[in-house]
């Protein structure tokens, strides 16, 4: 069983394969104040009960991948891994590992390792062009090429970070629901803050995604866009440029860069 390790600024997704299958997710929240033995109880405790782990957490387990945008919960998880796993085979997405994309970027360093995670999975699963949109703490756009380059994207303010800003800014408006509104038009304060937070992150996704196809292809048709991340599907039915939908891409990423570098859990 591999276990694959996705640390993002909000949440932390936890995946489980065996072989090419994710066999089963949690999703917990991200802490940098978290300390490499608390992670161990924490993981240990959402594993223990799976059936297909046993008992022996350590037997089960047959390697890691691990990617984060958090560079303290790195560090965390590079000595939980030494210290409770140090005879399974970890691979942590950092400057010097395998992925198979090259990064076409002034300097491909300062690419967080889930994009290029996500640019991956991409290529492995469409080829390119194509652009991944994942929705997290931050609404990233990432481009590839035909040739499965990396080759730059786009970062705006996430969802969530919008409503919370709504909320503090505004004199009379307070943190809503995350959820669809029965119209465009709303007939109340919050329907009207759900209805410019859903059909307005909808009508940046298709601007910005037609604009970056535009420059990927002589003809943007061909470029498929592919949307991941947590809040992705408040944005589904509305945005029209939407290709594909896969919620657990850097995930399959991960697999994909593990194996390149550690063989095949």
């Known amino acids: 069983m591999l276990l694959t390790i996705d640390v993002g600024n909000t949440q932390t997704v936890l995946g489980l394969f065996d072989g090419e299958d994710i066999v089963e997710h949690w999703r917990i929240s991200t802490d940098a104040r978290r300390t490499a033995d608390e992670l161990a109880v924490l993981f240990q405790g959402l594993m223990g009960r799976h059936p297909l782990l046993g008992e022996d957490l350590g037997e089960g387990i047959e390697g890691i991948a691990i990617c984060s945008t958090v560079p303290s919960v790195l560090h965390e998880l590079r000595e939980m891994t030494r210290r409770y796993y140090g005879d399974v085979p970890a691979v942590l997405v950092e400057p010097g590992v395998k992925t198979g994309v090259p990064i076409l970027m002034d300097n491909p360093k300062e690419v967080g390792a889930d994009r290029i995670v996500n640019a991956v999975a991409a290529v492995e699963l469409y080829g390119g062009p194509c652009v991944v949109v994942d929705f997290g703490t931050a609404t990233t756009f990432d481009a590839v090429s035909a040739r499965g380059e990396y080759t730059g994207g786009v970062i705006a303010p996430g969802i969530e970070i919008s409503v919370e800003a709504l909320g503090v800014k505004g004199a009379q408006l307070r943190k809503i629901e995350l959820a669809r509104p029965r119209s465009v038009i709303g007939k109340n304060t ?25 420059e990927l292809a002589d003809d943007p048709d061909e470029v498929t866009v592919i949307a991941t991340g947590g809040l992705a599907p ?17 995930l399959i990423g991960l697999r994909l860069v593990y194996e390149r570098n550690a063989g095949r859990a």
Do not use: C, K, Y
């Open 190 to 214: 919050v329907e009207a803050m759900q209805s410019g937070i859903i059909h307005g992150f909808a009508g940046q996704v298709d601007g910005v995604v037609n604009r970056m196809a535009r």
């Open 234 to 250: 408040l944005v589904l039915g509305e945005a029209t440029v939407i290709d594909e939908h896969e919620p657990w891409l850097t």
